[in-house]
């Protein structure tokens, strides 16, 4: 067979760019069976010369580090380098929707793109984001993680960076992998196992892979580890959690949302308010179960063209688990003739909503509302007589009731997603130094959620209508049952029927389609610059895409009437195309001369046109480009550098979702008086903050007693926006790569990125809206709350009537139909700015008895800012954490994993440095925590700072002959516990269990042992 252009790739491939690797291949891990690939993927470019030289820095993670580190997902993976972010992964519980994703500076999880083999994989939500549980790790070969811009090479979303997996390729011979893990408490165990059989065919001309696995995680419970036992409040320390709680409160006029006493014979009025502990019942860990197939093969039909396929399959259930469902805050009428009211709660009703004594009274003994005052007089038709079953005076009240339905058990929600996706392609050469890649490919997502433990808020409104223990009243839902919602926990009225009247499952289904097809001829135009070696290597070609998404809810979900559920599940579907053109050019202009070794510049432009799939077919269009270069002066030392214009497009989410109320994350209100435990931590509002707090829908009745957010959880109303146009960034790097001579297997690479978006697409976050309509705050108060005096005339500007508080209680959180909260509406408003130096060091020396290994990472992060819109304060997140920001965002992280390489044994440690952080803002306790709060009790906590985290990991691998290695790893070698902050420190989906479990171990010491078998 003749030497290709592909032929010649295959004996080149060896000196890609491992050299700035974030962690060095090992030798040994090389397969007897394979061979290199005629499919050379070098991530930031779609040049295929592997020769030559990358301007921007690429991170690379290799198969001996994957091996040492023992993952079970790519998101276990990723989510500890630095410079990533934590994003939603098998850490969150509360707001994880069944995926895991990569998020790359803290500039959100859609502004990078995931990638495969340098090709995009179908979306797992109407997001645009690819789910990592559905990589298929056995085969990878290595992780590329590009810095900065990549819109010009890879399209839309790859604005913050690109994380590419690169697959094996040309695997011959059978592999198997099993591996099974298990924290020291004995929970959390894993289990992995994985078969791969490839075989070269017809003379080397053809491949064939197979791989199938099996991966499953148990969860680990919150109320197993003595930080979870109990929640705790952020601000007092206390034994905290949700005022969703048992007893029953109900809202009051003038009294704000008293509890009833433990008997529900009358109201603990002015006594506080008994929190619900959620936390026993969340997850740290959520339980994973996926089964996943991929196969691909490649043929050379003849000697210039070969075509190769790829399909993946992977089919997975991620289920989370919080604590039960019930009534969170919701507006009820209440009969004041309800079997179960006693005497003195009624009186509480009545007095509190200026009803008599007399008619309070009447109204107890009243009948049915069905029941007529009059009926026909049976001896003449014509006539009508007094009913006797009539008994005048019958009334209601209108109240919020917040009631935890403990007797139906927790909320479990089943994320049952299947995959596939599927390539097929066409490349070859037209000369000995050009060559073409034709490929398409259609892969679909699914995401069926059964949402299961769920009350009805119109169920729990319909079991109240009742003045007998046994019936309810006509015009209620069929197999209504009566219940006593002012009784003690558990009543006898918690009866099967009437718990199976008040739940029901619901489903919500996700669907997630991507079609593409993707020609491209690269090579090298023949001729070198006058004083280079390598000639000029480009590529041009083109590229189309078609993106469908929807969500369909069943009547429940889109109604929103799944009691805790945080809002609606609107019915979206939408879907948008892309045509592209691309070119790309890597000029090397000096190569081998004094001084200049090599100097290469390098460029690349895409020009994209959108349609939207709505009335009038609305588009748009954006051009992307990059300029770059690389200077090698000696062979020592390379400085590097590039710029790049990106464009992040609107997602289907973003310009189809209807506008909806949901929760968002905010730990006081300025008119609050009142925190969760009904607590005084504010004088009443007077003067001006008065009419604002009235002009938002508070009442006289109300705005004295006015609480604090329910678990730190405000309503808020957002929404897509099919107006939205694509946001733009510019991103720059400089750096230096240096291999000194004198140092053999040293290399250091030293970067600096700056990244910044324009026009972003994004909503205010809930401080922003506060602080538009609030002002800045004014000071502190002697409970340690921040104090706000709102200007002159502002209970009339849109910034406060646009806020909308509960009718019965004032707050900003209840019943979404009633409370819509504060407006977080989507545009194309923001601005956000990411800059930082990322340090990689790869150094390996024989010290005679074994070889000694470091390869290290560090990131500083010097700016992560987020401006809603030009008139919010923006938000620089390093070196803190809060609701705003979601989670700590550390100045300093690194990684540095030091092996010792014996002839048959490694030894590998792996330290893991997350830098110190402080709250952002004030009011967060320090002291000793009380003795409400179980195990803690009597510890010293400072909930406003987190100090630097260090982890050390220990491994050890033997390698039996050629054909078995055996692994065994120990995380959290020093059983770490992880920082306590309570609970509304940060985000819900970030903050819990009160701590920050993405970002530090919350399961402790960890032990795993794999076992790898070759033939």
């Given at each position: 067979m003749k030497k290709t252009q592909y032929s010649k790739l295959k004996l080149g491939a060896a000196p890609l760019v491992l050299g700035v690797a974030l962690v060095s291949a090992p030798a040994y891990a090389q397969d007897e069976g394979a061979t290199s690939s005629s499919e050379i993927v070098v991530t930031g470019t779609l040049i295929r010369n592997p020769n030559l030289e990358q301007a921007m820095p690429v991170s690379v993670i290799g198969a001996d580090a994957m091996e040492l580190r023992q993952a079970s997902v790519a998101e276990e993976l990723l989510r500890e380098l630095p410079g990533v972010t934590p994003s939603i992964g098998s850490a969150v519980n509360n707001g994880n929707g069944g995926a895991s994703f990569v998020n790359l500076r803290n500039m959100g999880s859609n502004r990078n793109v995931v990638l495969l083999d340098g090709v995009r994989i179908v979306p797992a939500e109407l997001g645009g984001r690819f789910d990592l549980n559905n990589v298929p790790l056995a085969l990878i070969e290595r992780v590329d993680v590009l810095t900065g811009g990549a819109s010009t090479t890879y399209g839309a979303d790859a604005v913050a960076g690109v994380v590419n997996f690169i697959t094996r390729k040309n695997f011959a011979g059978v592999e198997a992998n099993l591996s099974t893990g298990i924290t020291e408490r004995g929970d959390g165990h894993s289990f992995r196992a994985d078969v791969t059989i490839g075989a070269n065919f017809d003379d080397g001309r053809g491949n064939a892979v197979l791989s199938i696995g099996y991966q499953e995680s148990d969860a680990v419970y919150q109320g197993s580890r003595p930080w979870g036992e109990v929640a705790i409040f952020s601000d007092d320390g206390g034994a905290g959690g949700s005022g969703t709680s048992v007893p029953t409160r109900f809202s009051l006029p003038g009294l704000g949302s008293?509890?009833?006493?433990?008997?529900?014979?009358?109201?603990?009025?002015?006594?506080?308010?008994?929190?619900?502990?959620?936390?026993?019942?969340?997850?740290?860990?959520?339980?994973?179960?996926?089964?996943?197939?991929?196969?691909?093969?490649?043929?050379?039909?003849?000697?210039?063209?070969?075509?190769?396929?790829?399909?993946?399959f992977s089919k997975q259930t991620v289920s989370t688990i919080i604590a039960p469902s019930g009534a969170f805050g919701l507006p009820v009428n209440l009969p004041l003739n309800n079997p179960f009211l006693s005497d003195s709660v009624r009186n509480s009703f009545c007095a509190a909503n200026g009803i008599s004594a007399a008619a309070c009274a009447l109204a107890a003994n009243a009948s049915d509302p069905s029941v007529p005052a009059r009926i026909p007089d049976p001896d003449d038709p014509e006539?009508?007589?007094a009913n006797p079953a009539y008994r005048p005076g019958y009334q209601t009240v209108r109240t919020a009731i917040s009631r935890r339905a403990v007797e139906v058990g927790p909320r479990i929600s089943d994320y049952d997603t299947t995959l596939f996706d599927y390539r097929l392609g066409f490349r070859g050469d037209l000369s000995s130094s050009l060559s073409w890649d034709v490929f398409g490919s259609y892969?679909?997502?699914?995401?069926?959620?059964?949402?299961?433990?769920?009350?009805?808020?119109?169920?729990?409104?319909?079991?109240?209508?009742?003045?007998?223990?046994?019936?309810?009243?006509?015009?209620?839902?069929?197999?209504?049952?009566?219940?006593?919602w002012f009784g003690p926990t558990g009543n006898a009225t918690w009866t099967p029927e009437a718990i199976d009247f008040l739940s029901d499952n619901s489903t919500v289904r996700t669907k997630v389609s991507m079609a593409q097809v993707r020609g491209t001829l690269s090579g090298d135009v023949g001729f070198t610059s006058p004083l280079g070696s390598e000639p000029i290597a480009f590529a041009v070609g083109g590229e189309y895409r078609r993106y469908t998404a929807s969500q369909q809810s069943d009547t429940l979900a889109a109604a929103g009437d799944l009691g805790g559920s945080g809002g609606a599940s609107p019915n979206i579907s939408g879907g948008y195309d892309v045509y592209e053109a691309f070119g790309e050019l890597i000029v090397p202009l000096i190569q081998d001369k004094p001084f200049f070794e090599d100097l290469t510049i390098e460029g690349g432009i895409r020009?994209?046109?959108?349609?939207?799939?709505?009335?009038?077919k609305p588009?748009?269009?954006?051009?992307?480009?990059?300029?770059?270069?690389?200077?090698?002066?000696?062979?020592?030392?390379?400085?590097?550098?590039?710029?790049?214009?990106?464009?992040?497009?609107?997602?289907?989410?973003?310009?189809?979702?209807?506008?909806?109320t949901n929760l968002t994350n905010l730990a006081d209100d300025p008119c609050a008086s009142r925190d969760g435990n009904f607590n005084v931590i504010r004088d009443v509002p007077t003067g001006t903050l008065r009419e604002v707090c009235l002009a938002q829908g508070a009442t006289a009745a109300t705005v004295d007693t006015i609480m604090v957010p329910t678990s730190g959880q405000a309503n808020y109303t957002g929404g897509g926006n099919p107006a939205l146009k694509p946001e733009v960034g510019t991103t720059w790097t400089v750096g230096a790569v240096i291999e000194p001579s004198f140092i053999p297997r040293l290399a250091l690479t030293v970067d600096y990125y700056n990244i910044k978006i324009t026009k972003a697409i994004s909503a205010p976050v809930p401080g922003d809206a506060i602080t538009a309509c609030f002002g800045d705050p004014t000071g502190t108060n002697a409970y340690g709350r921040l104090t706000y005096t709102p200007a002159a005339g502002a209970a009339q500007s849109e910034a406060c009537t646009s806020i909308d508080r509960s009718d019965s209680a004032g707050a900003l959180s209840g019943e979404y139909s009633e409370t819509k909260g504060l407006p977080l509406y989507s545009s194309n408003l923001g601005k956000i700015k990411a800059s930082g130096i990322d340090v990689s060091l790869n150094y390996a020396h024989d010290i005679g008895f074994a070889d000694l290994r470091f390869s290290g990472m560090l990131n500083w992060t010097e700016k992560s800012v987020f401006q809603s819109n030009p008139m919010s304060v923006p938000l620089d997140c390093v070196g803190y954490y809060s609701a705003d920001c979601g989670q700590p965002i550390p100045e300093w992280n690194w990684s540095l994993r030091t092996t010792l390489a014996f002839d048959a044994v490694d030894v590998s440690v792996l330290w893991r440095?997350?830098?110190?952080?402080?709250?952002?803002?004030?009011?967060?306790?320090?002291?000793?925590?009380?003795?409400?709060?179980?195990?803690?009790?009597?510890?010293?906590?400072?909930?406003?700072?987190?100090?630097?985290?260090?982890?050390?990991?220990?491994?050890?691998?033997?390698?039996?002959?050629?054909?078995?290695?055996?692994?065994?790893?120990?995380?959290?070698?020093?059983d770490k516990k992880p920082p306590l902050v309570g609970g509304e420190a940060g985000s819900t989906a970030y903050n819990s269990g009160n701590t920050f479990p993405s970002t530090y171990d919350a399961l402790g010491r960890r032990y795993t042992v794999s076992a790898r078998l070759r033939f």
């Open positions: 008293p509890q009833l006493n433990p008997d529900g014979q009358s109201f603990n009025i002015g006594g506080g308010v008994i929190p619900y502990n959620y936390n026993p019942l969340n997850v740290y860990q959520t339980p994973f179960q996926r089964f996943n197939m991929y196969a691909a093969a490649n043929y050379e039909v003849s000697d210039s063209v070969e075509v190769y396929t790829r399909g993946i006539a009508t007589i892969g679909q997502s699914e995401n069926i959620q059964t949402i299961q433990g769920y009350t009805l808020n119109s169920r729990v409104q319909d079991s109240l209508m009742a003045n007998t223990t046994d019936s309810c009243f006509s015009g209620t839902a069929a197999g209504c049952v009566p219940v006593d020009y994209s046109s959108y349609t939207v799939d709505t009335a009038g588009g748009f269009n954006t051009t992307t480009w990059k300029v770059g270069g690389s200077w090698t002066p000696v062979r020592d030392i390379k400085f590097r550098g590039n710029y790049a214009r990106a464009v992040r497009a609107p997602n289907i989410e973003e310009l189809f979702s209807p506008i909806n440095h997350i830098g110190g952080t402080k709250y952002d803002g004030t009011g967060m306790f320090a002291g000793t925590l009380d003795e409400d709060v179980g195990t803690l009790a009597g510890k010293q906590v400072d909930f406003g700072r987190i100090k630097a985290h260090d982890y050390f990991d220990l491994t050890t691998r033997w390698s039996i002959g050629d054909t078995v290695t055996l692994v065994l790893a120990v995380n959290n070698l020093f």
